[in-house]
Protein backbone atom coordinates (compact mmCIF):
# COMPACT_ATOMS: atom_id res chain seq x y z
CA UNK A 1 0.00 0.00 0.00
CA UNK A 2 1.51 3.49 -0.70
CA UNK A 3 0.85 5.90 1.76
CA UNK A 4 1.90 9.31 2.17
CA UNK A 5 5.66 10.83 3.19
CA UNK A 6 6.62 9.41 7.02
CA UNK A 7 7.84 12.95 7.54
CA UNK A 8 3.72 14.00 7.61
CA UNK A 9 2.13 13.57 10.56
CA UNK A 10 -0.76 11.36 11.34
CA UNK A 11 -2.83 13.55 12.90
CA UNK A 12 -2.69 17.62 13.33
CA UNK A 13 -5.00 20.56 13.46
CA UNK A 14 -7.47 21.04 10.56
CA UNK A 15 -5.90 23.34 8.17
CA UNK A 16 -8.56 25.91 6.70
CA UNK A 17 -7.37 25.45 2.82
CA UNK A 18 -10.24 23.41 1.60
CA UNK A 19 -11.41 21.23 -1.70
CA UNK A 20 -14.36 22.03 -3.50
CA UNK A 21 -15.43 18.68 -1.90
CA UNK A 22 -15.04 19.39 1.21
CA UNK A 23 -16.73 22.97 1.36
CA UNK A 24 -19.64 21.60 0.31
CA UNK A 25 -22.39 21.51 3.17
CA UNK A 26 -19.44 22.65 5.15
CA UNK A 27 -20.28 23.20 9.27
CA UNK A 28 -18.90 26.12 11.01
CA UNK A 29 -19.49 26.33 15.19
CA UNK A 30 -18.41 29.30 17.20
CA UNK A 31 -19.63 28.74 21.33
CA UNK A 32 -19.16 32.10 23.02
CA UNK A 33 -20.72 34.13 26.06
CA UNK A 34 -20.18 37.68 25.50
CA UNK A 35 -16.40 38.17 24.33
CA UNK A 36 -15.45 35.25 25.57
CA UNK A 37 -15.09 32.11 22.83
CA UNK A 38 -15.06 29.24 24.48
CA UNK A 39 -15.36 26.52 21.19
CA UNK A 40 -14.71 27.05 17.67
CA UNK A 41 -14.68 24.73 14.65
CA UNK A 42 -15.93 23.77 11.75
CA UNK A 43 -16.67 20.11 10.41
CA UNK A 44 -17.23 18.80 6.82
CA UNK A 45 -19.83 16.35 6.18
CA UNK A 46 -17.33 13.76 6.39
CA UNK A 47 -16.77 15.27 9.77
CA UNK A 48 -20.13 15.31 10.51
CA UNK A 49 -20.80 11.82 9.67
CA UNK A 50 -17.71 10.52 12.29
CA UNK A 51 -19.58 13.04 15.21
CA UNK A 52 -23.23 11.19 14.25
CA UNK A 53 -21.09 7.49 14.13
CA UNK A 54 -19.85 8.41 17.60
CA UNK A 55 -23.26 9.43 19.00
CA UNK A 56 -25.01 6.21 17.87
CA UNK A 57 -21.46 4.00 19.22
CA UNK A 58 -21.60 5.73 22.63
CA UNK A 59 -25.69 5.82 22.70
CA UNK A 60 -25.68 1.94 21.74
CA UNK A 61 -23.05 0.35 24.14
CA UNK A 62 -23.59 2.61 26.86
CA UNK A 63 -26.85 1.98 27.08
CA UNK A 64 -26.38 -1.74 26.88
CA UNK A 65 -23.96 -1.41 29.86
CA UNK A 66 -25.92 0.64 32.02
CA UNK A 67 -29.52 1.12 31.68
CA UNK A 68 -31.88 -1.45 32.37
CA UNK A 69 -34.12 -1.97 29.15
CA UNK A 70 -34.47 -5.28 27.29
CA UNK A 71 -32.15 -6.76 24.95
CA UNK A 72 -35.30 -6.82 22.64
CA UNK A 73 -36.42 -3.33 22.68
CA UNK A 74 -32.53 -2.36 22.48
CA UNK A 75 -32.52 -4.01 19.20
CA UNK A 76 -35.42 -2.37 17.81
CA UNK A 77 -34.18 1.01 18.97
CA UNK A 78 -30.66 0.45 17.83
CA UNK A 79 -31.48 -1.11 14.50
CA UNK A 80 -34.07 1.93 13.63
CA UNK A 81 -31.00 4.47 14.91
CA UNK A 82 -28.53 2.17 12.57
CA UNK A 83 -30.65 1.90 9.58
CA UNK A 84 -31.13 6.11 9.64
CA UNK A 85 -27.77 6.96 10.60
CA UNK A 86 -26.54 4.61 7.09
CA UNK A 87 -29.22 6.31 5.04
CA UNK A 88 -27.40 10.00 6.70
CA UNK A 89 -24.37 8.88 5.84
CA UNK A 90 -24.66 7.76 2.40
CA UNK A 91 -26.29 10.70 2.10
CA UNK A 92 -23.50 12.99 3.54
CA UNK A 93 -20.82 11.48 1.61
CA UNK A 94 -21.95 10.88 -1.44
CA UNK A 95 -20.18 13.48 -3.59
CA UNK A 96 -16.96 13.40 -1.09
CA UNK A 97 -16.97 9.59 -2.16
CA UNK A 98 -17.51 10.76 -5.81
CA UNK A 99 -15.14 13.40 -6.38
CA UNK A 100 -12.54 11.08 -4.50
CA UNK A 101 -13.56 8.18 -6.82
CA UNK A 102 -13.72 5.36 -3.94
CA UNK A 103 -17.89 5.36 -4.35
CA UNK A 104 -17.42 1.59 -2.92
CA UNK A 105 -15.65 2.43 0.08
CA UNK A 106 -19.68 3.61 1.02
CA UNK A 107 -20.86 0.45 -0.38
CA UNK A 108 -18.71 -1.43 2.03
CA UNK A 109 -19.58 0.31 4.75
CA UNK A 110 -23.45 0.34 4.45
CA UNK A 111 -22.97 -4.02 4.14
CA UNK A 112 -20.68 -4.25 7.23
CA UNK A 113 -23.55 -2.02 9.02
CA UNK A 114 -26.44 -3.71 7.87
CA UNK A 115 -24.56 -7.06 8.12
CA UNK A 116 -23.73 -6.52 11.92
CA UNK A 117 -27.68 -5.40 12.71
CA UNK A 118 -28.76 -8.50 11.04
CA UNK A 119 -26.33 -10.61 12.94
CA UNK A 120 -26.97 -8.75 16.52
CA UNK A 121 -30.72 -9.08 15.99
CA UNK A 122 -30.77 -13.07 15.04
CA UNK A 123 -28.53 -13.60 17.98
CA UNK A 124 -31.60 -11.62 20.43
CA UNK A 125 -34.82 -12.65 18.46
CA UNK A 126 -33.34 -15.93 17.86
CA UNK A 127 -31.52 -16.34 21.30
CA UNK A 128 -28.08 -17.19 19.89
CA UNK A 129 -26.04 -17.32 22.90
CA UNK A 130 -22.79 -17.99 21.61
CA UNK A 131 -23.32 -14.87 19.29
CA UNK A 132 -25.01 -12.95 22.34
CA UNK A 133 -21.69 -13.36 24.04
CA UNK A 134 -19.72 -12.02 20.97
CA UNK A 135 -21.62 -8.77 20.10
CA UNK A 136 -18.91 -6.48 21.36
CA UNK A 137 -15.93 -8.61 19.51
CA UNK A 138 -18.13 -8.73 16.15
CA UNK A 139 -18.77 -4.56 15.98
CA UNK A 140 -15.39 -4.26 16.75
CA UNK A 141 -14.22 -6.71 13.89
CA UNK A 142 -16.65 -5.16 11.73
CA UNK A 143 -15.48 -1.67 12.14
CA UNK A 144 -11.60 -2.71 11.79
CA UNK A 145 -12.44 -4.28 8.34
CA UNK A 146 -14.24 -0.81 7.38
CA UNK A 147 -11.23 1.54 8.95
CA UNK A 148 -8.93 -1.38 6.94
CA UNK A 149 -11.07 -1.06 3.51
CA UNK A 150 -11.04 3.30 4.30
CA UNK A 151 -6.81 3.04 4.88
CA UNK A 152 -6.54 0.99 1.75
CA UNK A 153 -8.96 3.60 0.04
CA UNK A 154 -7.74 6.90 0.95
CA UNK A 155 -4.23 5.41 1.83
CA UNK A 156 -3.99 6.48 5.01
CA UNK A 157 -1.95 5.45 8.24
CA UNK A 158 -4.41 6.64 10.23
CA UNK A 159 -7.23 4.38 9.51
CA UNK A 160 -4.53 1.76 9.23
CA UNK A 161 -3.78 2.41 12.88
CA UNK A 162 -7.54 3.06 14.11
CA UNK A 163 -8.13 -1.08 12.13
CA UNK A 164 -5.31 -2.07 14.23
CA UNK A 165 -6.60 -0.94 17.84
CA UNK A 166 -10.15 -2.00 17.13
CA UNK A 167 -8.77 -5.41 16.25
CA UNK A 168 -6.80 -5.69 18.92
CA UNK A 169 -9.78 -4.69 21.05
CA UNK A 170 -11.73 -7.62 19.68
CA UNK A 171 -9.33 -9.91 20.45
CA UNK A 172 -8.96 -8.65 23.85
CA UNK A 173 -11.98 -7.78 24.86
CA UNK A 174 -12.97 -10.86 27.03
CA UNK A 175 -10.63 -9.71 29.24
CA UNK A 176 -13.01 -6.75 30.38
CA UNK A 177 -15.22 -9.10 32.01
CA UNK A 178 -18.47 -7.26 32.60
CA UNK A 179 -17.48 -3.55 31.17
CA UNK A 180 -17.17 -5.24 27.39
CA UNK A 181 -19.81 -2.83 26.56
CA UNK A 182 -18.69 -0.30 27.98
CA UNK A 183 -14.90 -0.85 26.47
CA UNK A 184 -16.32 -1.12 23.38
CA UNK A 185 -18.22 2.16 23.07
CA UNK A 186 -15.34 3.83 24.80
CA UNK A 187 -13.03 2.56 21.87
CA UNK A 188 -15.25 3.16 19.08
CA UNK A 189 -16.78 6.94 19.98
CA UNK A 190 -13.07 8.52 20.77
CA UNK A 191 -11.42 7.05 17.80
CA UNK A 192 -14.78 8.43 15.58
CA UNK A 193 -14.55 11.88 17.51
CA UNK A 194 -10.81 12.14 16.75
CA UNK A 195 -11.13 11.51 13.52
CA UNK A 196 -13.86 14.35 13.51
CA UNK A 197 -11.72 17.09 15.73
CA UNK A 198 -8.59 16.67 13.95
CA UNK A 199 -6.92 16.20 10.32
CA UNK A 200 -5.82 13.06 9.23
CA UNK A 201 -3.47 11.80 6.49
CA UNK A 202 -4.25 10.48 3.15
CA UNK A 203 -2.90 10.41 -0.46
CA UNK A 204 -3.25 13.78 -2.51
CA UNK A 205 -6.19 14.94 -3.95
CA UNK A 206 -7.09 13.46 -7.41
CA UNK A 207 -8.30 15.30 -11.28
CA UNK A 208 -11.91 13.99 -10.89
CA UNK A 209 -14.10 14.40 -14.14
CA UNK A 210 -16.91 15.73 -12.09
CA UNK A 211 -15.17 18.94 -11.66
CA UNK A 212 -14.87 22.07 -13.85
CA UNK A 213 -11.37 23.25 -14.85
CA UNK A 214 -11.97 26.37 -12.74
CA UNK A 215 -13.13 23.71 -9.57
CA UNK A 216 -9.87 22.10 -10.65
CA UNK A 217 -7.60 24.72 -10.58
CA UNK A 218 -8.93 25.76 -7.06
CA UNK A 219 -8.52 22.22 -5.44
CA UNK A 220 -4.88 22.30 -6.88
CA UNK A 221 -4.66 25.94 -5.31
CA UNK A 222 -5.50 24.57 -1.98
CA UNK A 223 -3.38 21.63 -1.98
CA UNK A 224 -0.55 23.72 -2.80
CA UNK A 225 -1.42 25.71 0.06
CA UNK A 226 -1.94 22.65 2.57
CA UNK A 227 1.55 21.16 1.76
CA UNK A 228 3.37 24.74 2.31
CA UNK A 229 1.37 24.86 5.83
CA UNK A 230 2.69 21.49 6.26
CA UNK A 231 6.21 22.00 5.80
CA UNK A 232 6.52 25.16 7.64
CA UNK A 233 5.01 23.13 10.74
CA UNK A 234 8.18 20.36 10.48
CA UNK A 235 10.81 20.13 12.85
CA UNK A 236 13.79 22.20 11.71
Not at 171 to 199: D, K, P, R, Y
Not at 208 to 234: I, Y
Request: charged share 10%.
Amino acid sequence: MTVLPFSQPLLRDKQEALDIQDLQGLLRLELKIGKIRLFSGFYTRIDQVFVLWGLICAGMFLTAQFLPISWHTQAIWWSVLTFIGTITMVALTWFWVSIEQVRWLVYCWVILMLGGVVLTDASIFLCWGEMLMRLCALWLGLSSIGYLCTALALRSRVFLLIASIHLLTSAVISCFGQWQFFATGIVMMISLLILAELQWDMRPPIDSDMLTPEQKQFNQQQHQCRQLAVLRNLPQ
